[in-house]
């Protein structure tokens, strides 16, 4: 079946760039998803991916998709304290309607 | 507030109990669907609507749990005879027609004791 692999946790410095990297297994995949969970809460879409694209740009985030090796990035340019949070890689495939998560990377930004 | 809403926000119960959960889409969405996230993983898909018609259900929705539409607006996630192991974050999310990212509202965080 499907499948979606996440890092746990990175560290990284008040601003610095976040690299959040995530690979799956669904070559029909469609779409890719990244979605941000602060504690206690829902989960935020940051960005999205159609799986013709290779890059995708929004703001401080940088989408990268590796279609060959099934490897999706995400980029956070100038990284604050207000993105400490755990950020969720998710994919769509074909005929699917549900979307597969990840287990999540913590980012945890010092100051 | 337009986003999708979920209530109640948190829920704590004695095993056996049981519970319904409400939600309710952005406007005008379509789909709806349910999710289940336990304590460090990501959130795992339960079961789909589209309007009213539930089209798709996981293997994790037992024969305990029934989620309903009745008029393809707010959907409600029912568990009968609670067990300590359906303790979890229940997520709702909605998609409109023409859309293709679904919108997650802010959960129910389910504990059974």
């Known amino acids: 079946g499907e499948d979606v692999e996440q890092s746990l946790f990175l560290s990284v410095r008040e601003g610095d760039s976040s690299v959040i990297n995530c690979t799956y297994t669904?070559?029909?995949?469609?779409?890719l998803y990244w979605y941000k969970q602060e504690p206690g809460a829902g989960l935020q879409l940051l960005t999205y991916i159609f799986s013709n694209m290779d890059m995708k740009q929004d703001q401080r985030l940088t989408v990268l998709l590796n279609k060959k090796d099934k490897h999706l990035s995400l980029r956070i340019a100038d990284t604050q304290t207000g993105d400490s949070a755990i950020y969720f890689c998710?994919?769509?495939?074909?005929?699917?309607?549900?979307?597969?998560f990840g287990s999540g990377t913590r980012l945890q930004v010092q100051p | 507030d337009t986003g999708v809403s979920q209530d109640p926000r948190h829920k704590i119960t004695k095993r056996g109990q049981n519970v319904t959960f409400r939600c309710d889409p952005i406007s005008e969405h379509n789909r709806l669907y349910w999710y289940r996230q336990t304590l460090g993983q990501g959130p795992e898909f339960l079961t789909y609507?589209?309007?009213?018609?539930?089209?798709?259900k996981s293997r994790l929705l037992s024969d305990r749990f029934s989620a309903e539409r009745p008029k393809g607006s707010f959907s409600t996630l029912e568990i009968q005879r609670t067990e300590q192991g359906d303790s979890a974050m229940y997520l709702c999310?909605?998609?409109?027609?023409?859309?293709?990212?679904?919108?997650f509202g802010p959960g129910t965080r389910l504990t059974v004791l």
């Open positions: 998710a994919e769509s495939g074909a005929g699917r309607r549900a979307l597969t």
């Open positions: 669904d070559s029909s995949s469609t779409y």
């Open positions: 609507f589209q309007n009213e018609a539930q089209l798709e």
């Open positions: 999310a909605s998609r409109g027609v023409s859309t293709d990212t679904q919108y």
